[in-house]
């Protein structure tokens, strides 16, 4: 699938900003939305808007069946075990924050322990600290080594029979190397721990397979696969689900509601309280079968290394630039770049490179520890898509070269 044939699906890509065409470097934190997702949302308001579960008119009907349907559609791109596995949500946030919440209720007590990485977007690290103080627990932090790679070879080291759960993220939202997370899941399951994979990342860039990956929990957004905002994914074993409390009490998630006492519903229901997103969570219908269509397309494929490898030798050759997240060996990256310029502020950078048409991501990238870690109070980031071309990348680099050359 050719690139311009791939822009063409994505009309805000259409724009120009300040007087120049967008050339939007930001996807990692959100990806551009498809036509056929805004259509899709669109239509779901216009005619079948209406709460879910519950009446039996024809709106409540079709909206309902739009939003199961989905589902199934999510089931498949994770190739999950069953649909029953597959709970929505608001976001890869609110998808841990569950898991942090209702596994740590059940299974986390004092004296416990919880590993987490020092790679880990504040979303996977604040809900665990959370659980901790809230149970007397104690959180681990897996190091990463000088060049942005997670030690897994000190894993063992971190596991004691007190440890009940590994949270890692597959893809680092700032570092942009894929994590070995299959291997950190053979490690857990060895000890019979459980694993929570952050996906917010490898939702996009890898083809997911939760069976074989054989994590306990996957978590994903839909904005970060060309999907709405406001929806989100946890897939979890049922096993764990259905020893699981619920998060939230309300609407839908019971089975019956008495002053005596209350049951609650099957999973995934248990988990769904109140009413769903429910005219968004079905543009995943639309945005998943499409980013599996980019991960599985030659072109594409060919694009994004093309791209990845020419920032790598243009960033790591400018003895100004230091770049974090640098692929060592058989070592995989994402078409991302998290780096610093020495004399130069990030956030000054990116206001330039704004003026020049250009959209990136500046700050801590919701990473403060990893920024401790590196040395820096910040980073400037670009992030590429499978819209993005060459010739972006090639302006990019030109841009920041200037911008770099009036700030020092």
């Not at 939305?33 to 519950?54: G, P, Q, W, Y």
């Not at 999973?267 to 639309?286: D, H, M, R, S, Y």
């Amino acid at each position: 699938m050719k690139t311009e044939e791939i822009r063409s699906l994505f009309p805000a890509l259409e724009q120009s900003v300040y007087g120049k065409p967008l050339v939007y470097l930001d996807n990692a934190a959100t990806a551009q939305r498809s036509l056929a997702v805004l259509d899709k949302e669109r239509a779901l308001a216009s005619t079948a808007n209406a709460n879910i579960h519950r009446a039996v008119h024809k709106l409540a009907v079709d909206a309902t069946e739009e939003y199961e349907k989905t589902r199934d559609v999510v089931r498949g791109f994770l190739n999950a075990g069953s649909r029953e596995e597959i709970v929505f949500t608001s976001g890869t946030t609110m998808s841990i924050n569950l898991v942090a919440s209702c596994f740590g209720e059940a299974f986390v007590g004092e004296g416990d322990e919880v590993i987490v990485s020092v790679a880990e977007h504040h979303s996977n690290i604040v809900p665990w600290q959370l659980l901790c103080q809230r149970k007397k627990a104690v959180l681990k932090v897996l190091d990463i080594d000088e060049f942005g790679g997670l030690q897994v070879d000190t894993l063992e080291k971190l596991i004691s029979r007190r440890t009940k759960i590994i949270a890692i993220s597959q893809i680092s939202n700032v570092l942009g190397l894929v994590n070995p997370v299959s291997e950190i899941v053979r490690i857990a399951h060895a000890h019979d721990i459980p694993v929570l994979v952050d996906g917010a990342q490898g939702s996009i860039h890898e083809k997911v397979d939760v069976q074989a990956m054989d994590c306990d929990f996957y978590a994903f957004s839909g904005h970060k696969v060309y999907g709405a905002t406001g929806t989100g994914v946890l897939y979890g074993k049922k096993k764990w689900l259905e020893a699981m409390p619920p998060y939230m009490g309300g609407g839908e998630m019971i089975e019956t509601v008495r002053f005596s006492g209350t049951t609650f519903a099957p999973v995934p229901g248990k988990f769904e309280a109140g009413t769903q997103n429910f005219n968004a969570i079905p543009t995943l219908q639309e945005a998943l079968p499409l980013a599996r269509r980019f991960q599985e397309d030659w072109e594409v494929a060919h694009n994004e290394w093309a791209i990845t490898h020419y920032l790598l030798d243009e960033l790591t050759g400018n003895p100004r630039i230091r770049l974090y997240g640098v692929p060592r060996g058989t070592q995989v990256k994402i078409p991302l770049f998290s780096f610093t310029v020495e004399g130069a502020h990030h956030e000054d950078l990116a206001l330039i490179l704004d003026k020049m048409g250009i959209a990136v991501r500046s700050g801590q990238m919701c990473a403060e520890p990893l920024m401790d870690r590196c040395g820096v109070t910040g980073m400037l980031r670009v992030s590429f898509a499978p819209y993005n071309t060459m010739e972006e990348a090639e302006y990019f680099v030109k841009s920041l070269n200037r911008a770099i050359n009036m700030l020092i």
